[in-house]
Structures are given as structure tokens and as C-alpha cells.
Nanobody, 116 residues
Framework: QVQLVESGGGLVQPGGSLRLSCAAS????????MGWYRQAPGKTRELVAS???????NYADSVKGRFTISREKAKNTVNLQMNSLKPEDTAVYYC??????????WGQGTQVTVSA
């Protein structure tokens, strides 16, 4: 079992930036892949970005060039730097972790709202 604690999120204007962080504890063997998913009202949960312990990354097309995922292996944390935010990025963002994909461990979620 892995516990995931998220921080960051909030309200930002279009074009602004936010940084999400997630700290993992527990069974680190289940954190080979860590990442972020998001779910907007009325929509299904979707992958935003993921990163393996070796540093391989994967991004949704909608965030490529704007979001950057990084990982601090020593601290077992994963960060998501979000730049040039758009209203359509508004969603609840969930940290995820797993030994493979799809993940089987989830954080509690943090709200990101992009609005003028």
C-alpha cells in the first residue's frame, strides 16, 4: 500500500502557473510509475503526465510544451509544473502511483481552477 499526499493547486488566471507536488510513503516498490491524472466535471479521469523511476516521461497531447513532470527519487516525490494555464485545465488533479500502468494508488485530489 502506498500513501500519496498532494500539495499545491488553487485559483490562477489564464496564462498563469501553478506547481503541484506529491509525496509518497509506504511500499516504494509500488511507485515505479508516478504521475498525475485530472477529472473535470462531467468528464472521465484522464492522464496528464507520468514518469518512471528511471525518468521516462509521458504527457497528454493537450499539455505538451506547457506542463513538466519531475521526480525526486530520494524523497519519493513527484512534481508537476504547469505553465500557460488555460480555462480547460480546470479540474481536480490526482497524484497516482503504481508498479505498472494503470496505477492502483491515488491521492485525495487537489482542485486547480483557471479563471479570470
Amino acid at each position: 500500500q502506498v500513501q500519496l499526499v498532494e500539495s499545491g493547486g488553487g485559483l490562477v488566471q489564464p496564462g498563469g502557473s501553478l506547481r503541484l507536488s506529491c509525496a509518497a510513503s509506504g511500499n516504494i516498490f509500488s511507485t515505479y510509475i508516478m504521475g498525475w491524472y485530472r477529472q473535470a466535471p462531467g468528464k472521465t479521469r484522464e492522464l496528464v503526465a507520468s514518469i518512471t523511476r528511471g525518468g521516462s516521461t509521458n504527457y497528454a497531447d493537450s499539455v505538451k510544451g506547457r506542463f513538466t513532470i519531475s521526480r525526486e527519487k530520494a524523497k519519493n516525490t513527484v512534481n508537476l509544473q504547469m505553465n500557460s494555464l488555460k480555462p480547460e485545465d480546470t479540474a481536480v488533479y490526482y497524484c497516482s502511483a503504481g508498479a505498472s500502468s494503470p496505477p492502483n494508488n491515488w491521492g485525495q485530489g487537489t482542485q486547480v481552477t483557471v479563471s479570470a
